[in-house]
């Protein structure tokens, strides 16, 4: 077993990835449900394929056959995350995901000794969600170790969003946002906080998002309180107040399926190669004992780029056996300065 398979390759992001494995001499094997677009992108790529579906748990099973590893691309992953695991458990097969849904991060966290007895990493937020900021909470986390509160603030430039983000956004529409308090992940109103955060070059508004570290933080650097905060424009800050108010309308199937339509019709498969090649963004991480404060500033690359990079140099790791067995985080598994490797990536002290 030497390869790596990619489940939902021909998504925006599967795309992304597949083409940058294959840049720098991996050769993964393809997987998803569409058969047509699986082999349009095998072909254009010269690469083997497998076509089936989650739901068939013996294709499933085959499927795995031959690959060391899968890294999970199909969303949302709320609802295609455990078949995968499950399956990679039976065969004791690597699993790593690029989702950022905490509900997800908790259901691999329960599986942990699980996956320590089948000598397997399962390693979730393999892309933009988690990896920068896990690293950069774990970087300031080690130095300051009496820290008892981690707050996160994200803010894309020239960034874009891929339909399939959009439409898992959608689907969680009418989910309360959370935050850990005390070691316990806390449900709290959509938009619960709104602040002015300074990323140095620009203050921005943010609101409070359920964002992946809220659960994989914890992990990484043990401080029980986090919340996680993201850089939006005023009108979708309105909305997600608004949408407190909508009640059952926002979990109407008829209406999610309606704006699903929109979003389809509204936005292009994802961000434009400019985007993808210009854009950037900034996370501040702040952590705090009650007394003193302590500040940390990342730059990357644009969101899916940096998807891209980092989830194929973990699976070019775990190929080349640096893993370790049971639930991890990308800073627990592969040290905080994981991130440092990658081109664009600057990290700064901040000093208050």
């Known amino acids: ?163 399939g983000t959009a439409r898992s956004a959608v689907s969680r529409m009418d989910r309360p946002g959370f935050i850990r308090e005390a070691g316990i992940i806390t449900a709290v109103p959509s938009a619960w906080r709104v602040l002015d955060a300074d990323f140095g070059k620009h203050k921005r508004r943010v609101v409070s998002i359920g964002w992946g570290d809220v659960s994989t933080a914890f992990y990484s650097t043990g401080i029980p309180n986090i919340e996680t905060y993201m850089a939006l424009p005023p009108t979708v800050i309105r909305f997600m107040r608004i949408s407190r108010m909508l009640g059952p309308l926002v979990t109407n199937h008829f209406v999610k399926n309606l704006i699903n339509g929109l979003v389809g019709w509204v936005l292009p498969p994802g961000p434009s190669e400019w985007q993808n090649n210009e854009g950037y963004t900034l996370i501040i991480a702040e952590i705090s004992d009650g007394n003193e404060i302590h500040r940390a500033r990342l730059r990357t690359p644009a969101p899916y780029r940096l998807t891209a990079l980092t989830s194929v140099e973990i699976m070019k790791r775990i190929l080349s056996s640096d893993f370790k067995p049971g639930f991890q985080t990308p800073s627990l598994a592969y040290e905080p300065d994981f991130i440092m490797q990658f081109p664009g990536v600057t990290r700064d002290d901040l000093i208050e």
């Not at 925006?12 to 094997?29: E, F």
């Open 1 to 163: 077993m030497t390869g790596f398979l990619i489940y939902g390759s021909y998504g925006y992001t599967g795309r992304l990835i597949a083409k940058h494995a294959v840049s720098i001499g991996l050769r993964p094997v393809l997987a998803g449900r569409n058969g047509n677009r699986l082999k349009q992108q095998a072909n254009a790529l010269g690469l083997d394929h497998r076509c089936f579906s989650l739901e068939d748990t013996s294709a499933l099973d085959d499927a795995l056959t031959g690959v060391k590893a899968v890294l999970h691309c199909a969303g949302p992953f709320t609802n295609t995350c455990l078949p995968m695991v499950q399956a990679c458990l039976r065969a004791r097969r690597h699993y790593v995901d690029i989702s950022g849904d905490l509900d997800g991060f908790e259901q691999l966290v329960a599986l942990d000794d699980q996956a320590k007895q089948a000598r397997i990493m399962l390693l979730p937020g393999a892309g933009m969600d988690v990896v920068p900021t896990d690293c950069l909470s774990a970087h300031l986390g080690m130095r300051f170790k009496n820290a008892t509160h981690l707050k996160i603030f994200i803010s894309n430039v020239h960034g874009g969003i891929s339909r």
